[in-house]
Nanobody
């Protein structure tokens, strides 16, 4: 079955960096676009970044453009989210997602807290 496992979250000071990973299994990873979402307390889940199956195209939310970079390693069935210049408003639980045969699959999330 499809499994997505996020890791790499933690507590970081404003201006700092983190790299999130999402390890995928149970499907042909290299055939599917992948996304990172985040959800802060009391807010709706929002799309952060998207990457096509081969990694040739990416898209970002305006709020993270120029600070976050999504990438993937199809040999390792893993996507990444490099987050730089972190701000307190980036604090959220971060999730990866794949849509396969019309169904959305989510990981359990990894918490990112940006605070001094």
């Amino acid at each position: 079955q499809v499994q997505l496992v996020e890791s790499g979250g933690g507590l970081v000071q404003p201006g700092g960096s983190l790299r999130l990973s999402c390890a995928a299994s149970g499907f042909t990873f290299s055939s599917y676009a992948m996304s990172w979402f985040r959800q802060a307390p009391g807010k709706e889940r929002e799309l952060v970044a998207f990457i096509t199956s081969a990694g040739g195209s990416t898209k970002y939310a305006d709020s993270v453009l120029g600070r976050f970079t999504i990438s993937r390693d199809n040999a390792k069935n893993t996507i990444y989210l490099q987050m730089n210049s972190l701000k307190p408003e980036d604090t959220a639980n971060y999730y990866c997602r794949v849509v396969r045969q019309g169904l959305a699959y989510w990981g359990q999330g990894t918490q990112v807290t940006v605070a001094s």
